[in-house]
């Protein structure tokens, strides 16, 4: 069987089921990831990892490869400036740091907002070069 690589937009959308109240979803999408080519989508799965709240038992039960891979890079889950070092060192993609970068984004605007700072104030984006 021969494997697959995602992009940025399916990353996303298995993010959101990995965000859902439903762990039966986490399954169907952790599942998904079974062919996967490990290699080439490292970066993609640390974000998936990072910020999807699927948890460690349900990730070993839908993939256990994959989440002992991640598990030795990440351990317990970092913060967002040890995964993007831990990106970095494994040299993921440009792609999956933009993506990883989209997300730190938005936690830090759900932060903010929560803080009750005025979201309409500021804007926030970051590029890679």
């Known amino acids: 069987m021969s494997k697959i690589t995602f992009n940025k937009d399916e990353i996303r959308n ?3 089921m ?5 762990e039966e979803n986490h399954m169907v999408a952790l599942s998904g ?3 996967v080519d490990v290699k080439k989508n490292i970066g993609e799965l640390i974000v998936l990892f990072k910020y999807g709240s699927a948890s ?17 890079i990440m351990g317990d889950h970092k913060s967002g400036s040890q995964t993007l070092s831990l990106m970095d060192e494994n040299k993921c993609s440009k792609d999956s740091i ?3 970068l989209e997300f730190f984004v938005k936690d830090v605007k759900y932060f903010l907002k929560d803080m009750g700072y005025p ?4 804007e926030l984006d970051i590029k890679l070069k």
């Open 14 to 16: 298995i993010s959101e």
């Open 56 to 72: 460690n038992k349900i990730w070993k039960e839908a993939c256990p490869i994959i989440f002992e891979k991640l598990y030795k």
């Open 33 to 35: 990831l079974q062919t």
């Open 18 to 22: 990995l965000n859902s109240s439903d």
């Open 98 to 100: 933009e993506l990883f």
């Open 119 to 122: 979201m309409e104030r500021f």
